[in-house]
């Protein structure tokens, strides 16, 4: 429920009420530990009336019930409850890729190897990683095998093996089949036990000309090179009118792995951008996000609410499969369970329906406490025309201003898939060109390393037109340093000379709808948490099938 404060500037949550004069914000320790924040989100809406909603997500480290935090804002905001789980799907859906396509060139056969990348725990690992995340209660990898290993399907099951993942029966022959085959493996495990340091987003609406980003009194507890995340909504791209933008030098960043280097390369470019600065890491239409945000929409999770599948009891139970790890579900529950005081998590969600007393009551706060948080957002990507997202690592002691925000109408858009487009010879050297144009050779699975040069290839102030004032630009110095040496021809003749690259158009159209794939060599994701708001389907559907076999028995 949304509620007025009579105070403005100030939001306190688990804490003392303390107003203060600046739009800002801190957490703040009412104890003897002390407290260190280590990460931001926030997401601001445009809603063309003068107004602006924010959905602001903060991560801690220290005791819950020493937490406080302070939100300041214009005016006397309308305040709400908002959802990381929503947070999770806008994150994942604009995470950056990474992808080489360098193409034999020449009459040699190979057989093309897929590598990957998934968290960085999992770096050096004698596999390939295609895909990680979560799902419902396990953590999952998609491997398959590391081209670079001299015995690759051997590699991958001994790791398997090691790790425990298979068992001493499992038919080894028949999994060496299957990987010589072109098959991947998933790997799934159950979860380990969430970090408790995060509080639930908050949702706030107020009348604003612009997003303004509170940060200012983060600075006293901010962690060194602390994560910040913003996404803006609205008409066109956004951009910051007082903090630049910084374009990364590519060559500096492993494209064959890029996880490792991706955050400390962003944290050096914006050192080189003065400490306070932003990438832009998507810029693009928000239609494509909303269709992939939520499969059913408003209408369909409403279906939870009106009973309209059939028996509540089975919609109640099934409901924590798809919603048991989104914000606010068990207390929910709880909230309708008179029994709950006596119940631990696992006797209380492994039967909802026999605990909960008013059903129809539970429903409602099921769909206005846990899932409609989830829709705004999705709600808030159907309004909008473009989603801009920007990234950056910012020390405490670096936060001299709020980040301000406005949008920018002449620039073009900027999707999270990143081509290098080149030729492969036959003996795995490769030669491609980035989206900057410099052309990086080396042999495959090695990027060649060159932290001598600057991580940015360019700082560039914006504004609410034209394409920025260029304060910093290394285009030349980087791209000089992989000249070739003495006039030398580079492996596989000219980047992109291969049949493939007259693709080039078409992947560039498709992926504005998502990443695309049309046989890459290597596709590698610096991605983070996901939601299985998916899952849902199935329980739409395992109703709809218990529905129509209570009819056929009638």
């Known amino acids: 429920m949304l509620s007025r404060w009579p105070l403005p500037l100030a939001l306190v949550l688990l804490g003392a009420l303390a107003p203060r004069p600046a739009q800002a914000y801190a957490i703040v320790g009412n104890g003897e530990q002390a407290l260190s924040q280590t990460g931001l989100r926030a997401v601001f809406a445009d809603n063309g009336d003068g ?216 944290a050096e470019a914006v050192d080189e951008a003065g400490g306070q600065a932003f990438l832009t890491e998507f810029a693009a239409g928000a239609g494509a996000l909303a269709d992939g945000f939520v499969i059913a929409g408003r209408e369909g999770f409403e279906l939870f609410r009106d009973g309209s599948l059939g028996d509540p009891n089975v919609l109640v139970d099934a409901s924590v499969l798809v919603f048991g790890d989104w914000d606010g579900f068990e207390e929910a529950v709880r909230q309708h369970a008179p029994d709950a005081a006596d119940l631990d998590s696992g006797e209380l969600l492994g039967c909802i329906s026999c605990h909960v007393d008013d059903i129809d009551a539970f429903l409602d706060t099921l769909f206005n406490d846990v899932i409609d948080p989830v829709l705004s957002v999705h709600d808030a990507l159907l309004t909008a025309t473009t989603v801009t997202r920007f990234f950056t690592l910012i020390d405490g002691d670096e936060i001299e201003q709020d980040p301000e925000f406005d949008f920018n109408p002449d620039l073009e858009p900027l999707l999270p898939l990143h081509i290098a487009r080149g030729a492969l010879s036959c003996d795995y050297t490769f030669d491609v060109e980035l989206e900057h144009g410099t052309r990086v050779r080396g042999t495959w699975g090695q990027w060649p390393s060159r932290d001598d040069l600057p991580a940015a290839v360019r700082v560039v102030q914006y504004n609410t037109s034209g394409t920025g004032e260029v304060l910093t630009d290394n285009s030349e110095l980087i791209d000089a340093a992989f000249a070739p040496e003495d006039g030398a021809q580079a492996p596989g003749g000219d980047p992109g000379s291969a049949d493939e690259s007259d693709d080039e158009a078409a992947d560039d159209e498709a992926a504005a709808d998502g990443p695309v794939d049309r046989g890459s060599i290597c596709t590698a994701s610096v991605g983070t948490r996901r939601t299985n708001t998916a899952a849902f389907v199935c329980v739409v559907a395992l109703c709809l099938l218990a529905r129509r076999r209570r009819r056929a028995t009638r």
């Open 51 to 266: 107004t602006i909603t924010a959905w602001l997500d903060i991560d801690y480290d220290g005791p819950a019930e020493r937490f406080g935090w302070i939100v300041p804002v214009p005016g006397v905001p309308e305040v709400g409850i908002s959802s990381r789980a929503a947070l999770d799907r806008l994150q994942g859906l604009t995470d950056p890729t990474y992808r080489v396509d360098a193409f034999p060139h020449g009459e040699c056969e190979v057989r093309q190897p897929i590598a990957g990348v998934g968290p960085p725990y999992m770096a050096d690992r004698p596999i390939a990683i295609f895909d990680s995340g979560e799902t419902g209660p396990f953590d999952y990898l998609v491997v398959g095998p590391d081209a670079s290993q001299d015995d690759p399907i051997g590699a991958l099951i001994g790791w398997l093996e090691d790790g425990g993942l298979v068992s001493p029966e499992l038919d080894r022959a028949l999994l060496e089949e299957y990987l010589d085959a072109g098959h991947s493996l998933v790997v799934l495990r159950l979860s380990k036990d969430h970090d408790t340091g995060s509080i639930r987003p908050i949702l706030l609406t107020y009348e604003a000309e612009r997003p303004v980003l509170p940060l200012r009194l983060s600075a006293a507890v901010a962690e060194d090179d602390m994560e910040v995340r913003v996404w803006v909504l609205g008409a066109t791209q956004a951009v910051s009118t007082n903090y630049p933008a910084v374009e990364l030098n590519q060559a500096r960043l492993d494209w064959f792995d890029p996880t490792p280097d991706y955050q400390p390369l962003v």
